[in-house]
């Protein structure tokens, strides 16, 4: 060790004053930014904010002699937990673009508009979402397919797509929560230490309300009337092959979700099978998407879908509607988000280190004196960590573990505190423009996050209804009585 190792003051938690302080800055330098920018603000006003704030905290790390070198790492080291939801977005960027080329997503939307009607159309969406993330158990896989699909049926219906995204995201998160494949179930019992079964059976317990609330408001929300798509559906099917075949990329993602393979080759191999899909279907639109005259035929199509999946696919039909829905897609299409993602993280990892998470979410612990008080402080400790860390597995593994003494000590199980953690930290990471999860859903389904977060009905009831089992007494299982706990699926990126 040497002389200045000695020398050197040990590291401090801040005062919650200190605290405070990266947090308020934080907030203060997001609104202001979304008033000035609005729903563009995503574009680049908040990654600056988030910068900013960074630099606060890491001022706030020196004055209570953090050195600069861990605060350093823990940034690296936090941005490098989200590596892996990184890839998967330019999966999914890829995977719009050749499925917008092969005819898949027109075939979704074609049969969307043959079926669904506009005065049960969002809560068909919550049903179909849900159904699928319960038996792949991945919320963003629903978003980044079937939801995409749903979003030009409604598009196309004429219905408002801020309501679509909520019931794409309300049934994705029911499923997903709700799943034994699910990467953040699986994360939640391992970190409450509870068995993953018992878990899933408490968790309905909070779930099914919440969605039967979400179901009964989106029926309300309905558009009653005749919709004639005769006329669009009839261009889709001139242009693009909508029979079995175009479904086949969907399918394969489907499976090999369900199979659980690692999210990122689940999507990406969907998206390569896009391409060789809209080669066989399609050839003469990949040709033309080539923009190269000069090549051969078999070079052109290698091209086509090269641009779809990199740079997206844009449709030059003739037909304004058309066109609006086809051209999307492409890796590059998510760099903004990325981007945003960064330098989220980044802060997350900077606070987590110079303690400002635990030293705010200690004393809100210490309060919580009854079950119910307890309850609303984790679900409120789970809300928090997913607005300053930014990241979803974070907001679980921290409360959950920091929560695992207190409820032992009110003689709870460990599934009350699971249930309670998935209730909390999962669905409301949603609802974070600057968190993962958030920006996911708004760059996959074109929709800002506070545009879709007023009609996220499962997302927003959830938390409450847990807080009210905490509160009535319902559902609060003691220790003694609880199953020992198996355990748990190992979490996949």
Known sequence: ???????????????????????????VLLAGAYGLYGDEAAGGANQIALLLATVVAVLVGLRFHQPMEAMRDAALESVGTGLPALFILLAVGALIGTWAMSGTLVAMVYWGLQILSPDYFYFTVVLICAVVALCIGSSWTVAG???????????????????????????????????PLSDATNLATAAAGSDLYSHIVETLWTSVPALLISLVLFWVLGSPGEFDA????????????????????????????????????TIFTGAVAGGLMAVILNPAIVIEAAEAPDLPD?????????????????????????????SRGGMESMLVTIWLILTALAFGGVVDRIGVLDRLLTPILQAARTTGRLILSLVVAGLGTNILASDQYIAIVLPGKLFQSAFRRMGLAPVVLSRAVGDSSTVTSALIPWNSCGAYMAVTLGVATFDYLPFAFFNL?????????????????????????????????
């Open 1 to 27: 060790m040497t002389k200045t190792d000695k020398t050197s003051p040990a590291p401090q938690k801040p005062t919650v004053a200190w605290a405070l302080l990266p947090i308020v800055v934080l907030v």
């Open 145 to 179: 397919t079937i939801g995409i699909g749903l979003m030009g049926v409604s598009i196309e219906m004429g219905l408002n797509p801020a309501i679509t995204a909520g019931a794409v995201i309300s049934g994705a998160y029911f499923g997903d929560k709700s799943s």
């Open 230 to 265: 005769s006329g669009l559906t009839d261009g889709l099917a001139e242009r693009f092959n909508v029979g079995l075949p175009a479904f086949l990329p969907l399918i394969l993602v489907l499976v090999l979700a369900v199979l659980r393979v690692p999210p990122f080759l």
């Open 298 to 326: 078999v070079l052109a199509l290698i091209k086509g879908v090269w641009t779809a999946m990199a740079n997206g696919y844009v449709s030059d039909s003739g037909d304004a509607s058309l066109d609006q829905l086809l």
């Open 461 to 493: 009831a959830n938390p409450l209804i847990t807080v009210l089992f905490g509160f009535m007494g319902w559902r609060m299982i003691s220790a003694k009585d609880a199953p020992p706990a198996r355990p748990a699926a190992t979490p996949e990126p």
